[in-house]
């Protein structure tokens, strides 16, 4: 029956579709794979102005991970005024009493403030309340730094974040900061993670004003304050539950924005276990499809004919030495493993794991799916104690 089924009329156009396809996204989507966007040195001349900065931390239940943030962004060597505001979102853990004592620890007390979250009003997401609360609570401050508790970043972050903005003249630039990726499944998993969130939103696209396309990384996103007022603060995203995605839409009719792979920015969560990843996935996985099934379906089909199709192909054509069929899934799978490098290169794996992205995207699909069956049997939107109803349209 099976070999009924793969040596049916279709194989062959299916075969040749799945090279086409790779050939598409390998030479007409921006060159996404090459993981090449990063932060430049610039110039960080004596005379130039360095404008006030705040740092916005959203903070709910991160006591593990906020000391090291806390310090990190006090040790900044940032010529200019820095500030940091840690919005304790209704925390359970001691997570203000953890940013405190960091602070203190490193003399920097007096320029840290500790706001204690108000309640979640109706129809707002968690982390978006948690900001506008932050950025209420700054002021006027002419740049705004968003960045999440379980986060480290290098003392030369925040100078070379200025510097993108101001030279270049942007609203908002934003770093996809390096995830742990230490244990099997973090191995397996995350390096994939990158690749698709790049296939997604291809860097060089988002980063290209004449293009609509428009990407963020909540873990590091550097803004300008009056632009967010202009396109009217986070009240105009307020059910926003993928929030740095919507922040950035939100601002790019307003001004240029930059997205690049932070290489000194780390994330301290770590993930030890395969339901660590997937109920991070599965959590937001659905809303990304705007809660629909046909994106569902075609997301599913897509990774199905992107991913397995040329490896069962190319099984099958070597099988019934059919060169037909193996010679456009073997290029398909080339196309696909060379397309992958960059981004294991960027997390020092070895290229083997290359051989790895078919099993990852089809545990991604699988995610992908349980994500729909949460929202369906009403506990999609769980996430650090709270669960959400639909936004609607709203990400």
């Given at each position: 029956?099976?070999?009924?089924?793969?040596?049916?009329?279709?194989?062959?156009?299916?075969?040749?579709?799945?090279?086409?396809?790779?050939?598409?996204?390998?030479?007409g989507?921006?060159?996404?794979?090459?993981a090449?966007?990063?932060l430049?040195?610039?110039?960080?001349?004596?005379?130039?102005?360095w404008?006030?900065?705040t740092?916005?931390?959203?903070?709910?239940?991160?006591?593990?991970?906020?000391?090291?943030c806390?310090?990190?962004?006090?040790?900044?060597?940032?010529?200019?005024?820095?500030?940091?505001i840690?919005?304790d979102?209704?925390?359970?853990?001691?997570?203000?009493?953890?940013?405190?004592?960091a602070?203190?620890?490193?003399?920097?007390?007096s320029r840290?403030?500790?706001?204690?979250?108000a309640?979640?009003?109706?129809?707002?997401?968690g982390k978006?309340?948690?900001?506008?609360?932050?950025?209420?609570?700054?002021?006027?401050?002419?740049?705004?730094?968003?960045?999440?508790?379980?986060?480290?970043?290098?003392?030369g972050?925040?100078q070379?974040?200025?510097?993108?903005?101001?030279?270049?003249?942007?609203?908002?630039?934003?770093?996809?900061?390096?995830l742990?990726?230490?244990?099997?499944?973090?191995?397996l998993?995350?390096?994939?993670?990158?690749?698709?969130?790049?296939m997604?939103?291809?860097f060089?696209?988002?980063?290209?004003p004449?293009?609509?396309?428009?990407?963020?990384a909540?873990g590091?996103?550097l803004?300008?304050?009056e632009i967010?007022?202009?396109?009217g603060?986070?009240?105009?995203?307020?059910?926003?539950?993928?929030?740095d995605?919507?922040?950035?839409?939100?601002?790019?009719?307003?001004g240029?924005?930059?997205?690049?792979?932070?290489?000194?920015?780390?994330?301290?969560?770590?993930?030890?276990?395969?339901?660590?990843?997937?109920r991070?996935?599965?959590?937001?996985?659905?809303?990304?499809?705007?809660?629909?099934l046909?994106?569902?379906?075609g997301a599913?089909?897509?990774?199905?004919?992107?991913?397995?199709?040329?490896?069962?192909g190319?099984l099958?054509g070597?099988?019934?030495e059919?060169?037909?069929?193996?010679?456009?899934?073997?290029?398909a799978?080339?196309?696909?493993?060379?397309?992958?490098?960059?981004?294991?290169?960027?997390?020092?794996?070895?290229p083997?794991?290359?051989?790895?992205?078919?099993?990852?995207?089809l545990?991604y699909?699988l995610?992908?799916?349980?994500s729909?069956?949460?929202?369906?049997s009403?506990?999609?939107?769980?996430?650090?104690?709270?669960h959400?109803?639909?936004p609607?349209?709203?990400?």
């Amino acid at each position: 029956m099976a070999h009924s089924v793969l040596s049916g009329w279709w194989t062959l156009p299916a075969a040749w579709l799945a090279l086409l396809a790779w050939l598409i996204l390998v030479f007409g989507r921006g060159g996404f794979w090459r993981a090449d966007q990063r932060l430049s040195l610039g110039a960080y001349g004596a005379q130039r102005t360095w404008p006030e900065v705040t740092a916005v931390v959203p903070a709910r239940n991160e006591a593990e991970g906020i000391g090291d943030c806390v310090t990190a962004l006090f040790r900044q060597d940032y010529p200019g005024v820095l500030r940091v505001i840690v919005v304790d979102d209704q925390s359970s853990d001691g997570t203000a009493e953890c940013a405190r004592e960091a602070a203190h620890r490193v003399d920097a007390a007096s320029r840290l403030e500790v706001l204690s979250g108000a309640p979640l009003p109706e129809n707002w997401a968690g982390k978006v309340w948690a900001m506008a609360q932050g950025v209420a609570a700054a002021g006027l401050v002419p740049l705004l730094w968003f960045t999440d508790g379980d986060i480290v970043h290098e003392p030369g972050v925040l100078q070379r974040l200025v510097t993108q903005i101001e030279d270049k003249d942007r609203s908002l630039v934003s770093l996809m900061v390096m995830l742990s990726c230490h244990s099997f499944w973090e191995r397996l998993l995350i390096p994939p993670f990158i690749f698709f969130f790049q296939m997604l939103y291809p860097f060089p696209w988002v980063n290209n004003p004449r293009r609509a396309l428009a990407g963020a990384a909540g873990g590091c996103m550097l803004l300008r304050r009056e632009i967010l007022e202009k396109a009217g603060g986070f009240a105009a995203m307020r059910a926003a539950r993928i929030d740095d995605c919507t922040l950035a839409a939100l601002l790019k009719p307003h001004g240029a924005i930059w997205l690049g792979l932070g290489t000194e920015s780390h994330s301290l969560r770590d993930y030890q276990r395969l339901g660590e990843i997937w109920r991070m996935v599965a959590r937001s996985a659905y809303v990304q499809l705007r809660f629909s099934l046909w994106r569902l379906l075609g997301a599913i089909l897509g990774m199905i004919f992107l991913y397995a199709w040329p490896v069962g192909g190319l099984l099958f054509g070597l099988w019934t030495e059919n060169i037909w069929l193996v010679l456009p899934v073997l290029l398909a799978c080339l196309l696909m493993l060379t397309a992958y490098l960059p981004t294991l290169r960027l997390y020092r794996l070895d290229p083997f794991w290359a051989f790895s992205l078919p099993v990852a995207a089809l545990l991604y699909t699988l995610m992908t799916l349980d994500s729909a069956r949460r929202h369906y049997s009403g506990r999609g939107g769980a996430w650090k104690g709270r669960h959400y109803s639909s936004p609607g349209e709203e990400q």
